[in-house]
Protein backbone atom coordinates (compact mmCIF):
# COMPACT_ATOMS: atom_id res chain seq x y z
CA UNK A 1 0.00 0.00 0.00
CA UNK A 2 0.91 3.66 -1.14
CA UNK A 3 2.09 5.40 1.93
CA UNK A 4 0.12 8.68 2.44
CA UNK A 5 1.69 12.21 1.88
CA UNK A 6 2.05 12.93 5.25
CA UNK A 7 3.19 9.92 6.11
CA UNK A 8 6.32 10.32 4.37
CA UNK A 9 9.16 11.59 6.56
CA UNK A 10 9.76 14.37 4.25
CA UNK A 11 6.87 15.87 5.03
CA UNK A 12 7.69 16.72 8.70
CA UNK A 13 10.97 17.98 7.14
CA UNK A 14 8.75 20.36 5.28
CA UNK A 15 6.72 21.25 8.45
CA UNK A 16 9.92 21.78 10.39
CA UNK A 17 11.31 23.99 7.87
CA UNK A 18 8.64 26.46 7.50
CA UNK A 19 8.42 26.62 11.25
CA UNK A 20 12.34 27.08 11.28
CA UNK A 21 12.53 29.67 7.99
CA UNK A 22 9.43 30.66 6.39
CA UNK A 23 6.85 31.29 9.06
CA UNK A 24 8.86 34.47 10.32
CA UNK A 25 9.96 35.71 6.87
CA UNK A 26 9.67 39.15 5.47
CA UNK A 27 9.58 39.39 1.80
CA UNK A 28 10.81 42.79 1.75
CA UNK A 29 13.54 41.60 3.99
CA UNK A 30 14.66 38.67 1.41
CA UNK A 31 14.40 40.95 -1.61
CA UNK A 32 16.32 43.62 -0.01
CA UNK A 33 19.23 41.01 1.10
CA UNK A 34 18.80 39.14 -2.18
CA UNK A 35 18.82 41.22 -5.94
CA UNK A 36 18.73 37.91 -8.16
CA UNK A 37 15.11 36.40 -6.16
CA UNK A 38 13.17 37.63 -9.12
CA UNK A 39 15.85 35.75 -11.74
CA UNK A 40 15.96 32.80 -9.77
CA UNK A 41 12.43 32.25 -9.01
CA UNK A 42 10.75 32.55 -12.28
CA UNK A 43 10.37 30.39 -15.13
CA UNK A 44 9.35 30.80 -19.19
CA UNK A 45 7.33 28.17 -19.74
CA UNK A 46 5.54 28.06 -23.47
CA UNK A 47 3.52 31.32 -23.69
CA UNK A 48 3.87 32.13 -20.37
CA UNK A 49 6.04 33.49 -17.77
CA UNK A 50 5.68 32.91 -13.92
CA UNK A 51 7.29 35.49 -11.36
CA UNK A 52 7.00 33.56 -8.23
CA UNK A 53 9.00 35.38 -6.27
CA UNK A 54 6.95 36.78 -4.07
CA UNK A 55 5.86 33.68 -2.39
CA UNK A 56 6.54 32.83 1.12
CA UNK A 57 9.46 29.88 -0.09
CA UNK A 58 12.32 29.91 -0.79
CA UNK A 59 15.12 27.83 -2.84
CA UNK A 60 15.41 25.15 0.43
CA UNK A 61 11.50 24.82 0.54
CA UNK A 62 11.24 24.07 -3.62
CA UNK A 63 13.88 21.34 -2.90
CA UNK A 64 11.84 19.84 -0.25
CA UNK A 65 8.80 20.27 -2.38
CA UNK A 66 10.88 18.41 -5.23
CA UNK A 67 11.50 15.58 -2.99
CA UNK A 68 8.35 14.95 -1.69
CA UNK A 69 7.44 14.89 -5.43
CA UNK A 70 9.87 12.39 -5.83
CA UNK A 71 8.95 10.24 -2.76
CA UNK A 72 4.98 10.43 -4.15
CA UNK A 73 6.19 9.32 -7.16
CA UNK A 74 5.03 12.25 -9.22
CA UNK A 75 7.32 11.10 -12.19
CA UNK A 76 5.60 7.38 -12.68
CA UNK A 77 1.93 9.17 -12.07
CA UNK A 78 2.67 11.56 -14.51
CA UNK A 79 3.99 8.51 -17.26
CA UNK A 80 1.02 6.92 -16.33
CA UNK A 81 -1.36 9.21 -17.90
CA UNK A 82 0.79 9.73 -20.45
CA UNK A 83 0.72 5.81 -21.02
CA UNK A 84 -3.20 5.99 -21.38
CA UNK A 85 -3.40 3.88 -18.24
CA UNK A 86 -6.92 3.63 -16.51
CA UNK A 87 -5.48 6.67 -13.74
CA UNK A 88 -9.11 7.71 -13.27
CA UNK A 89 -9.47 4.42 -11.03
CA UNK A 90 -12.93 4.72 -9.65
CA UNK A 91 -14.37 4.25 -13.30
CA UNK A 92 -11.78 2.71 -14.46
CA UNK A 93 -10.76 4.98 -17.43
CA UNK A 94 -7.85 6.61 -19.33
CA UNK A 95 -7.30 10.42 -18.67
CA UNK A 96 -6.36 11.66 -22.21
CA UNK A 97 -7.55 15.41 -22.94
CA UNK A 98 -4.06 16.00 -23.22
CA UNK A 99 -4.24 13.80 -26.53
CA UNK A 100 -7.32 15.95 -28.35
CA UNK A 101 -4.74 18.70 -28.80
CA UNK A 102 -1.40 15.85 -29.88
CA UNK A 103 -0.35 16.57 -33.67
CA UNK A 104 -1.03 13.30 -35.93
CA UNK A 105 2.90 12.15 -35.19
CA UNK A 106 3.77 13.31 -31.82
CA UNK A 107 4.66 16.24 -32.13
CA UNK A 108 6.72 17.50 -29.33
CA UNK A 109 6.35 14.50 -27.25
CA UNK A 110 7.21 12.38 -30.39
CA UNK A 111 10.25 11.88 -28.61
CA UNK A 112 9.27 10.61 -25.14
CA UNK A 113 9.87 7.05 -24.34
CA UNK A 114 6.71 6.67 -23.00
CA UNK A 115 4.81 7.86 -26.38
CA UNK A 116 7.28 5.80 -28.82
CA UNK A 117 6.04 2.54 -26.59
CA UNK A 118 2.39 3.23 -27.19
CA UNK A 119 -0.23 0.75 -28.08
CA UNK A 120 -1.71 0.15 -31.15
CA UNK A 121 -4.54 1.57 -29.02
CA UNK A 122 -2.90 4.46 -28.00
CA UNK A 123 -2.45 4.85 -31.78
CA UNK A 124 -5.62 4.60 -33.35
CA UNK A 125 -7.31 6.21 -30.65
CA UNK A 126 -4.74 9.44 -31.93
CA UNK A 127 -6.04 9.18 -35.59
CA UNK A 128 -10.02 8.61 -34.49
CA UNK A 129 -8.97 12.20 -32.43
CA UNK A 130 -7.75 13.82 -35.42
CA UNK A 131 -10.40 12.21 -38.10
CA UNK A 132 -13.03 13.65 -35.43
CA UNK A 133 -11.29 16.86 -35.17
CA UNK A 134 -11.26 17.04 -38.91
CA UNK A 135 -14.92 16.97 -38.85
CA UNK A 136 -15.65 19.01 -36.43
CA UNK A 137 -13.97 21.85 -37.93
CA UNK A 138 -15.24 21.13 -41.51
CA UNK A 139 -18.80 21.60 -39.95
CA UNK A 140 -17.34 24.64 -37.91
CA UNK A 141 -16.39 26.14 -41.43
CA UNK A 142 -19.57 25.56 -42.48
CA UNK A 143 -21.30 26.76 -39.83
CA UNK A 144 -19.27 30.32 -40.34
CA UNK A 145 -19.84 30.50 -43.89
CA UNK A 146 -23.80 30.11 -43.67
CA UNK A 147 -24.85 34.00 -43.79
CA UNK A 148 -28.61 32.73 -42.74
CA UNK A 149 -26.90 31.80 -39.45
CA UNK A 150 -26.57 34.87 -37.27
CA UNK A 151 -27.08 33.35 -33.16
CA UNK A 152 -25.49 30.24 -31.93
CA UNK A 153 -26.59 29.22 -28.40
CA UNK A 154 -24.57 26.27 -26.39
CA UNK A 155 -26.69 24.82 -24.01
CA UNK A 156 -24.85 22.44 -21.80
CA UNK A 157 -23.73 22.79 -18.18
CA UNK A 158 -20.25 22.10 -16.07
CA UNK A 159 -17.34 21.65 -18.26
CA UNK A 160 -19.44 21.75 -21.26
CA UNK A 161 -20.69 25.09 -20.66
CA UNK A 162 -17.82 26.81 -18.88
CA UNK A 163 -14.70 25.77 -21.25
CA UNK A 164 -16.46 26.79 -23.98
CA UNK A 165 -17.79 29.80 -22.59
CA UNK A 166 -14.42 30.91 -20.94
CA UNK A 167 -12.40 30.39 -24.65
CA UNK A 168 -15.27 31.96 -26.85
CA UNK A 169 -14.97 35.04 -24.42
CA UNK A 170 -11.38 35.60 -24.44
CA UNK A 171 -10.59 35.31 -27.61
CA UNK A 172 -13.85 38.20 -29.00
CA UNK A 173 -10.95 39.92 -30.62
CA UNK A 174 -10.70 37.30 -33.00
CA UNK A 175 -13.77 36.60 -34.57
CA UNK A 176 -13.85 37.21 -37.99
CA UNK A 177 -17.48 36.30 -38.45
CA UNK A 178 -20.90 38.23 -37.71
CA UNK A 179 -22.80 35.34 -35.10
CA UNK A 180 -24.01 36.02 -31.90
CA UNK A 181 -22.99 33.66 -29.10
CA UNK A 182 -24.72 32.72 -26.03
CA UNK A 183 -24.49 30.12 -23.42
CA UNK A 184 -27.11 28.55 -21.01
CA UNK A 185 -26.75 26.44 -18.17
CA UNK A 186 -28.76 27.00 -15.81
CA UNK A 187 -31.69 25.12 -15.03
CA UNK A 188 -33.42 28.89 -13.92
CA UNK A 189 -35.59 29.36 -16.75
CA UNK A 190 -34.80 33.21 -16.57
CA UNK A 191 -31.37 32.54 -18.62
CA UNK A 192 -32.92 30.45 -21.59
CA UNK A 193 -35.95 33.18 -21.58
CA UNK A 194 -33.64 35.68 -21.60
CA UNK A 195 -31.96 34.23 -24.76
CA UNK A 196 -35.30 32.80 -26.55
CA UNK A 197 -36.02 36.71 -26.74
CA UNK A 198 -33.39 37.91 -28.78
CA UNK A 199 -33.47 35.20 -31.18
CA UNK A 200 -34.83 33.87 -34.13
CA UNK A 201 -35.65 30.19 -35.11
CA UNK A 202 -35.03 30.30 -38.56
CA UNK A 203 -31.45 32.08 -37.93
CA UNK A 204 -30.43 30.09 -34.39
CA UNK A 205 -28.22 27.51 -34.30
CA UNK A 206 -28.65 25.12 -30.75
CA UNK A 207 -25.90 23.18 -29.82
CA UNK A 208 -26.89 20.47 -27.45
CA UNK A 209 -23.63 19.81 -25.21
CA UNK A 210 -24.25 16.47 -23.03
CA UNK A 211 -22.24 13.72 -23.78
CA UNK A 212 -24.96 11.16 -22.35
CA UNK A 213 -27.71 13.28 -23.66
CA UNK A 214 -29.35 12.50 -19.81
CA UNK A 215 -27.80 15.11 -18.05
CA UNK A 216 -30.61 16.64 -16.39
CA UNK A 217 -30.35 20.78 -16.52
CA UNK A 218 -29.41 20.42 -20.33
CA UNK A 219 -32.01 18.30 -21.32
CA UNK A 220 -34.75 19.97 -19.95
CA UNK A 221 -33.05 23.12 -21.24
CA UNK A 222 -32.93 21.47 -24.32
CA UNK A 223 -36.62 20.12 -24.10
CA UNK A 224 -37.60 24.06 -23.42
CA UNK A 225 -35.82 25.27 -26.11
CA UNK A 226 -37.17 23.14 -28.81
CA UNK A 227 -40.60 23.79 -27.57
CA UNK A 228 -39.52 27.37 -28.31
CA UNK A 229 -38.77 26.27 -31.76
CA UNK A 230 -41.73 24.65 -32.61
CA UNK A 231 -43.78 26.87 -31.40
CA UNK A 232 -42.29 29.73 -33.38
CA UNK A 233 -42.95 28.08 -36.86
CA UNK A 234 -40.00 25.53 -36.72
CA UNK A 235 -40.95 22.01 -38.07
CA UNK A 236 -39.89 18.46 -37.02
CA UNK A 237 -40.24 17.40 -40.75
CA UNK A 238 -36.19 17.32 -41.45
CA UNK A 239 -36.89 18.40 -45.11
CA UNK A 240 -39.22 21.49 -43.92
CA UNK A 241 -37.46 25.05 -44.72
CA UNK A 242 -36.62 25.91 -40.61
CA UNK A 243 -36.65 22.26 -39.18
CA UNK A 244 -35.13 20.86 -35.59
CA UNK A 245 -32.57 18.81 -37.85
CA UNK A 246 -31.13 22.12 -39.53
CA UNK A 247 -31.41 23.65 -36.12
CA UNK A 248 -29.82 21.67 -33.55
CA UNK A 249 -26.13 19.67 -33.23
CA UNK A 250 -26.03 17.31 -30.51
CA UNK A 251 -22.41 17.44 -29.14
CA UNK A 252 -22.79 13.91 -27.34
CA UNK A 253 -21.88 9.70 -27.56
CA UNK A 254 -25.19 8.95 -27.37
CA UNK A 255 -26.56 9.20 -31.17
CA UNK A 256 -30.06 7.37 -30.44
CA UNK A 257 -31.41 9.49 -27.52
CA UNK A 258 -30.32 12.48 -30.43
CA UNK A 259 -32.08 11.01 -33.25
CA UNK A 260 -35.01 10.65 -30.70
CA UNK A 261 -34.78 14.20 -29.90
CA UNK A 262 -35.15 14.98 -33.81
CA UNK A 263 -31.28 15.44 -34.23
CA UNK A 264 -29.19 13.36 -36.44
CA UNK A 265 -26.37 15.97 -36.95
CA UNK A 266 -23.46 14.73 -34.07
CA UNK A 267 -20.47 14.84 -33.25
CA UNK A 268 -19.11 12.53 -30.25
CA UNK A 269 -15.69 12.17 -28.28
CA UNK A 270 -14.56 9.27 -25.67
CA UNK A 271 -14.74 8.40 -22.22
CA UNK A 272 -11.35 9.47 -21.39
CA UNK A 273 -12.61 12.66 -22.19
CA UNK A 274 -13.89 14.37 -18.77
CA UNK A 275 -16.05 16.96 -18.99
CA UNK A 276 -13.94 19.80 -17.08
CA UNK A 277 -11.25 18.86 -19.58
CA UNK A 278 -13.62 18.90 -23.03
CA UNK A 279 -13.36 22.38 -24.67
CA UNK A 280 -10.62 20.57 -27.06
CA UNK A 281 -12.82 17.97 -28.26
CA UNK A 282 -16.22 18.20 -29.97
CA UNK A 283 -17.47 20.20 -27.00
CA UNK A 284 -15.21 22.96 -28.47
CA UNK A 285 -17.57 23.47 -31.88
CA UNK A 286 -18.94 27.09 -30.60
CA UNK A 287 -15.02 27.71 -30.30
CA UNK A 288 -14.18 26.61 -33.50
CA UNK A 289 -17.46 28.53 -35.01
CA UNK A 290 -16.38 31.94 -33.17
CA UNK A 291 -12.66 31.70 -34.58
CA UNK A 292 -12.37 29.13 -37.42
CA UNK A 293 -10.41 26.00 -37.92
CA UNK A 294 -6.71 27.73 -38.23
CA UNK A 295 -7.41 29.50 -35.15
CA UNK A 296 -8.64 26.38 -33.18
CA UNK A 297 -5.74 24.58 -34.13
CA UNK A 298 -3.45 27.35 -33.28
CA UNK A 299 -5.15 26.95 -29.24
CA UNK A 300 -4.35 22.97 -29.52
CA UNK A 301 -0.92 24.31 -30.54
CA UNK A 302 -0.28 26.30 -27.41
CA UNK A 303 -2.03 23.52 -25.67
CA UNK A 304 0.11 21.20 -27.06
CA UNK A 305 3.76 22.90 -26.46
CA UNK A 306 2.44 23.12 -22.61
CA UNK A 307 1.79 19.69 -22.38
CA UNK A 308 4.94 18.66 -23.87
CA UNK A 309 6.84 20.94 -21.71
CA UNK A 310 5.22 19.28 -18.73
CA UNK A 311 5.56 15.89 -19.74
CA UNK A 312 8.95 16.23 -20.16
CA UNK A 313 11.19 19.26 -18.54
CA UNK A 314 13.04 18.53 -15.43
CA UNK A 315 10.50 18.67 -12.36
CA UNK A 316 12.72 21.87 -11.00
CA UNK A 317 12.04 23.41 -14.43
CA UNK A 318 8.57 22.55 -15.08
CA UNK A 319 5.88 25.16 -14.33
CA UNK A 320 3.06 22.99 -13.71
CA UNK A 321 4.82 21.01 -11.53
CA UNK A 322 6.39 23.89 -9.67
CA UNK A 323 2.91 25.58 -9.45
CA UNK A 324 1.55 22.16 -8.27
CA UNK A 325 3.72 21.82 -5.55
CA UNK A 326 3.37 25.58 -4.68
CA UNK A 327 -0.46 25.14 -3.86
CA UNK A 328 0.46 22.04 -1.60
CA UNK A 329 2.71 24.40 0.46
CA UNK A 330 0.28 27.51 1.14
CA UNK A 331 -2.39 24.66 1.48
CA UNK A 332 -0.95 22.30 4.00
CA UNK A 333 2.12 23.86 5.08
CA UNK A 334 1.43 27.55 5.41
CA UNK A 335 -2.50 26.90 6.30
CA UNK A 336 -3.67 29.15 3.76
CA UNK A 337 -7.27 27.23 2.64
CA UNK A 338 -7.97 29.96 -0.48
CA UNK A 339 -6.24 31.35 -3.58
CA UNK A 340 -7.57 34.78 -5.37
CA UNK A 341 -7.31 34.56 -9.13
CA UNK A 342 -7.15 38.23 -10.66
CA UNK A 343 -6.91 38.42 -14.05
CA UNK A 344 -5.97 41.55 -15.59
CA UNK A 345 -8.16 41.26 -18.32
CA UNK A 346 -11.55 41.92 -19.75
CA UNK A 347 -11.40 38.82 -22.03
CA UNK A 348 -10.36 36.45 -18.91
CA UNK A 349 -13.75 37.62 -17.27
CA UNK A 350 -14.98 34.40 -17.20
CA UNK A 351 -11.46 32.57 -15.96
CA UNK A 352 -12.17 32.34 -12.15
CA UNK A 353 -15.45 30.58 -13.06
CA UNK A 354 -13.44 28.07 -15.00
CA UNK A 355 -11.28 27.68 -12.73
CA UNK A 356 -12.85 26.91 -9.58
CA UNK A 357 -14.91 23.84 -11.33
CA UNK A 358 -11.26 22.51 -12.80
CA UNK A 359 -9.67 22.87 -9.45
CA UNK A 360 -12.26 22.19 -6.45
CA UNK A 361 -14.53 19.63 -8.54
CA UNK A 362 -10.96 17.70 -9.74
CA UNK A 363 -9.49 17.89 -6.26
CA UNK A 364 -12.06 18.96 -4.04
CA UNK A 365 -11.86 15.68 -2.14
CA UNK A 366 -11.11 13.66 1.40
CA UNK A 367 -10.13 10.27 0.90
CA UNK A 368 -7.07 9.03 -1.50
CA UNK A 369 -8.04 6.83 -4.39
CA UNK A 370 -8.15 3.34 -2.52
CA UNK A 371 -10.36 5.06 -0.67
CA UNK A 372 -8.22 5.81 2.79
CA UNK A 373 -8.95 9.28 4.71
CA UNK A 374 -6.76 11.66 4.45
CA UNK A 375 -5.77 13.80 7.24
CA UNK A 376 -4.64 16.97 5.52
CA UNK A 377 -5.95 19.40 3.66
CA UNK A 378 -6.81 19.33 -0.35
CA UNK A 379 -8.31 21.45 -2.52
CA UNK A 380 -8.07 25.36 -2.04
CA UNK A 381 -11.63 27.51 -2.65
CA UNK A 382 -10.45 29.27 -5.96
CA UNK A 383 -12.16 32.36 -6.41
CA UNK A 384 -11.63 36.46 -7.96
CA UNK A 385 -12.77 38.72 -10.13
CA UNK A 386 -10.71 40.69 -13.42
CA UNK A 387 -8.54 43.40 -12.61
CA UNK A 388 -9.44 46.56 -12.29
CA UNK A 389 -12.84 45.65 -10.96
CA UNK A 390 -11.70 43.29 -7.68
CA UNK A 391 -9.02 46.82 -6.59
CA UNK A 392 -12.41 48.62 -5.57
CA UNK A 393 -14.50 45.70 -4.14
CA UNK A 394 -12.01 42.87 -2.18
CA UNK A 395 -8.72 43.58 -2.56
CA UNK A 396 -9.27 46.08 0.36
CA UNK A 397 -9.19 42.63 2.26
CA UNK A 398 -6.77 41.45 0.78
CA UNK A 399 -4.66 44.26 2.07
CA UNK A 400 -5.83 45.02 5.19
CA UNK A 401 -7.97 41.97 6.11
CA UNK A 402 -6.68 39.61 9.43
CA UNK A 403 -6.63 36.81 6.54
CA UNK A 404 -3.43 35.76 4.22
CA UNK A 405 -4.51 34.71 1.34
CA UNK A 406 -2.46 34.49 -2.16
CA UNK A 407 -3.48 35.85 -5.33
CA UNK A 408 -2.66 35.15 -8.46
CA UNK A 409 -2.07 38.25 -10.89
CA UNK A 410 -2.71 37.09 -14.71
CA UNK A 411 -1.84 39.85 -17.49
CA UNK A 412 -0.48 40.60 -20.91
CA UNK A 413 2.56 42.34 -21.91
CA UNK A 414 0.15 43.26 -25.41
CA UNK A 415 -3.24 44.35 -25.32
CA UNK A 416 -3.74 43.75 -29.00
CA UNK A 417 -6.10 46.01 -30.27
CA UNK A 418 -6.40 48.61 -27.78
CA UNK A 419 -2.62 49.35 -26.67
CA UNK A 420 -2.04 52.59 -25.44
CA UNK A 421 -3.18 54.25 -22.48
CA UNK A 422 -5.76 51.84 -21.13
CA UNK A 423 -3.92 48.70 -21.70
CA UNK A 424 -0.43 50.15 -20.08
CA UNK A 425 -2.40 51.72 -17.38
CA UNK A 426 -4.13 47.73 -16.77
CA UNK A 427 -1.21 46.31 -16.14
CA UNK A 428 0.59 48.85 -14.24
CA UNK A 429 -2.09 48.91 -12.05
CA UNK A 430 -1.15 44.93 -11.83
CA UNK A 431 2.16 45.23 -10.87
CA UNK A 432 0.93 47.97 -8.14
CA UNK A 433 -1.36 45.73 -6.28
CA UNK A 434 1.53 42.87 -6.37
CA UNK A 435 3.73 45.28 -5.03
CA UNK A 436 1.39 46.86 -2.50
CA UNK A 437 0.62 43.45 -1.23
CA UNK A 438 4.62 43.20 -0.44
CA UNK A 439 5.22 46.27 0.73
CA UNK A 440 2.45 47.14 2.61
CA UNK A 441 1.93 50.63 3.81
CA UNK A 442 3.12 52.75 7.63
CA UNK A 443 2.76 55.63 9.01
CA UNK A 444 -0.02 58.01 8.37
CA UNK A 445 -1.90 56.42 11.77
CA UNK A 446 -2.62 52.78 12.63
CA UNK A 447 -6.32 52.97 10.96
CA UNK A 448 -4.52 53.34 7.49
CA UNK A 449 -1.90 50.38 7.81
CA UNK A 450 -1.38 47.89 5.45
CA UNK A 451 0.80 45.27 7.03
CA UNK A 452 1.79 43.98 3.44
CA UNK A 453 4.58 40.60 3.10
CA UNK A 454 1.13 39.07 1.72
CA UNK A 455 1.93 36.56 -1.44
CA UNK A 456 0.88 36.82 -4.95
CA UNK A 457 2.17 35.27 -8.06
CA UNK A 458 2.34 36.84 -11.62
CA UNK A 459 1.52 34.94 -14.83
CA UNK A 460 2.41 36.93 -17.71
CA UNK A 461 1.34 35.60 -21.56
CA UNK A 462 2.36 38.05 -24.68
CA UNK A 463 -1.04 38.62 -25.82
CA UNK A 464 -4.08 36.73 -25.31
CA UNK A 465 -4.61 35.11 -28.31
CA UNK A 466 -5.45 31.32 -29.32
CA UNK A 467 -2.06 29.65 -28.94
CA UNK A 468 -1.07 31.73 -25.24
CA UNK A 469 -4.64 31.03 -24.12
CA UNK A 470 -4.58 26.99 -25.11
CA UNK A 471 -1.43 27.20 -23.15
CA UNK A 472 -2.69 28.32 -20.15
CA UNK A 473 -5.50 26.31 -19.64
CA UNK A 474 -3.11 23.20 -20.11
CA UNK A 475 -0.90 24.67 -17.92
CA UNK A 476 -3.63 24.95 -15.27
CA UNK A 477 -5.31 21.65 -16.06
CA UNK A 478 -1.28 19.67 -15.39
CA UNK A 479 -1.18 22.25 -12.23
CA UNK A 480 -4.16 20.75 -10.62
CA UNK A 481 -2.61 16.72 -11.42
CA UNK A 482 0.21 17.33 -10.23
CA UNK A 483 -1.50 18.41 -6.33
CA UNK A 484 -3.69 15.85 -6.98
CA UNK A 485 -0.77 13.09 -7.31
CA UNK A 486 0.58 14.28 -4.23
CA UNK A 487 -2.11 13.86 -1.80
CA UNK A 488 -3.11 10.77 -4.40
CA UNK A 489 -6.41 11.41 -5.07
CA UNK A 490 -8.72 10.71 -8.01
CA UNK A 491 -8.58 14.44 -9.35
CA UNK A 492 -10.78 12.83 -12.30
CA UNK A 493 -13.98 11.71 -10.99
CA UNK A 494 -16.88 14.37 -9.12
CA UNK A 495 -18.89 11.60 -6.86
CA UNK A 496 -19.89 14.92 -4.93
CA UNK A 497 -21.51 16.12 -7.88
CA UNK A 498 -23.12 12.61 -8.17
CA UNK A 499 -24.66 12.49 -5.45
CA UNK A 500 -26.74 15.66 -5.20
CA UNK A 501 -28.02 14.62 -8.92
CA UNK A 502 -29.05 11.36 -7.94
CA UNK A 503 -31.07 13.29 -4.69
CA UNK A 504 -32.49 15.35 -7.34
CA UNK A 505 -34.13 13.08 -8.66
CA UNK A 506 -35.62 10.99 -6.27
CA UNK A 507 -36.86 13.98 -4.74
CA UNK A 508 -38.96 14.80 -7.94
CA UNK A 509 -40.05 11.10 -7.37
CA UNK A 510 -41.55 11.65 -3.88
CA UNK A 511 -43.00 14.92 -5.08
CA UNK A 512 -44.55 13.02 -8.09
CA UNK A 513 -45.47 10.55 -5.71
CA UNK A 514 -46.68 12.48 -2.48
CA UNK A 515 -44.79 9.81 -0.90
CA UNK A 516 -42.17 11.40 1.42
CA UNK A 517 -40.77 8.06 3.65
CA UNK A 518 -37.53 7.65 4.07
CA UNK A 519 -36.84 11.65 3.66
CA UNK A 520 -35.83 13.90 6.76
CA UNK A 521 -37.68 16.16 8.17
CA UNK A 522 -35.76 19.28 7.03
CA UNK A 523 -35.92 18.15 3.19
CA UNK A 524 -39.92 17.13 3.55
CA UNK A 525 -40.96 20.40 4.97
CA UNK A 526 -38.73 22.46 2.27
CA UNK A 527 -40.61 19.98 -0.74
CA UNK A 528 -44.12 20.44 0.79
CA UNK A 529 -43.64 24.12 0.98
CA UNK A 530 -42.44 24.16 -2.39
CA UNK A 531 -45.70 22.13 -3.60
CA UNK A 532 -47.45 24.88 -1.88
CA UNK A 533 -46.65 27.35 -3.28
CA UNK A 534 -46.70 25.79 -7.07
CA UNK A 535 -50.78 25.71 -6.54
Known amino acids: MTSLCHELPIWQRLKKHYQEQILQMDLRQVFAQDTQRLERLSIQAPHVFADLSKNHWNEETEALLQQLAKECQLTNKRDAMLAGEAINSSEQRSVM ?6 PRDGGALAPSTVVQAWSAEMQTALQDVHATLDQMLALADRIRDDSQITDIVNIGIGGSHLGPEVVVNALEDWFDTGKNFHFVSN ?11 RIKPQSTLFLIAS ?3 TTAET ?10 FLDQGGSEDPKAACSIDQHFVALTTNKQAAASFGIHRTLGFWDWVGGRFSLWSAIGLPIAIAIGSEQFRAMLSGAHAMDAHFFTAPHAENLPVRLGLLDVWYRDFCALPSRCIAPYSHGLRRLTAYLQ ?3 M ?3 GKSVTKDGTALEVATAPIVWGEPGTNGQHAFFQMLHQGPDVIPVEFIALRDGGKYLGEHHQSLVINAIAQAQALMVGREGDGAEKFCPGNRPS ?5 QR ?7 ALIALYEHRIFVSGAIWNINSFDQWGVELGKKLATRLHQHLENNDWAGVDASTQGLMKRLAQSSH
Do not use: I
Open 97 to 102: HWLLRT
Open 187 to 197: VDGHELGHVLR
Open 211 to 213: KSF
Open 219 to 228: MLNARSARQW
Open 357 to 359: QLE
Open 361 to 363: ESN
Open 457 to 461: SFLLL
Open 464 to 470: LDPASLG
